[in-house]
């Protein structure tokens, strides 16, 4: 499938292996894809995301993701439903750093491996956004997987990202309007169904 990744889109997923290595992270996520994606330049995804003012609120995306890591990866929609049945994750959360130390229940470190090889897996998480942005290509016509795809996908996929691009105003349906306008046809539309299917 690599082969159909356009230059901007493969630099996005070699710039995200070279993010989670310098964070030391044991795996690459689907919020390496995200920030790699942000540091790329001149492309469909780069004029959405400046559109969206992703690129001015680089530090808010970035502490919300500390925050999620800290919940153990809870998105808010599974901190607010917790909630609502009487458990308030932000005390369980302070009770555990209380016993074992700040970002305890961070999955990447209590899973940590260090690679000599310099190569770390994919989450299933992340290989999911890379499945799916061929699925949002196809769904549109293209032939190959831009770095706009790859942005579509991670808006699509249930989950911290999305969570995080959400409360940021880059919903998929924002994400889509910066990209291709009003898209009234909506090509993309199965695409994006599928990656919900398939998320889940």
């Known amino acids: 499938m690599f082969e159909r990744f356009t230059r901007g889109a493969r630099a996005t997923v070699k710039g995200a292996a070279a993010r989670a290595e310098r964070a030391g992270a044991g795996s690459v996520t689907e919020e390496h894809l995200l920030l790699a994606l942000l540091e790329q330049e001149g492309g469909r995804a780069a004029f959405a995301a400046t559109a969206l003012g992703l690129h001015d609120r ?3 995306l970035e502490a919300s993701f500390a925050e999620a890591r800290r919940r153990g ?3 808010r929609a599974d901190t607010d439903a917790l909630a609502g049945i009487g458990i308030d994750v932000g005390a369980i959360v302070s009770q555990v750093e209380g016993v074992h130390g ?8 209590r899973g940590r491996r260090w690679w000599s090889s310099g190569h770390r897996p994919f989450t299933p998480g992340a290989k999911t956004v890379l499945e799916n942005s061929l699925r949002v290509a196809l769904g549109r016509g293209d032939r190959f997987i831009g770095e706009e795809h790859l942005l579509l996908a991670l808006t699509a996929k249930p ?3 999305a969570d995080v691009l959400a409360e940021h105003g ?3 349906t924002a994400v889509r309007r910066a990209l291709y306008g009003s898209d009234a046809d909506g090509r993309d539309g199965g695409a994006a169904g599928q ?3 398939q998320a889940g």
């Open 58 to 60: 680089r530090a808010s």
């Open 73 to 75: 990866g809870l998105t």
């Open 102 to 109: 700040e970002g305890a229940l961070d999955a990447d470190r």
């Open 159 to 161: 989950g911290v990202v």
């Open 170 to 172: 880059a919903t998929y």
């Open 195 to 197: 990656g919900h299917a």
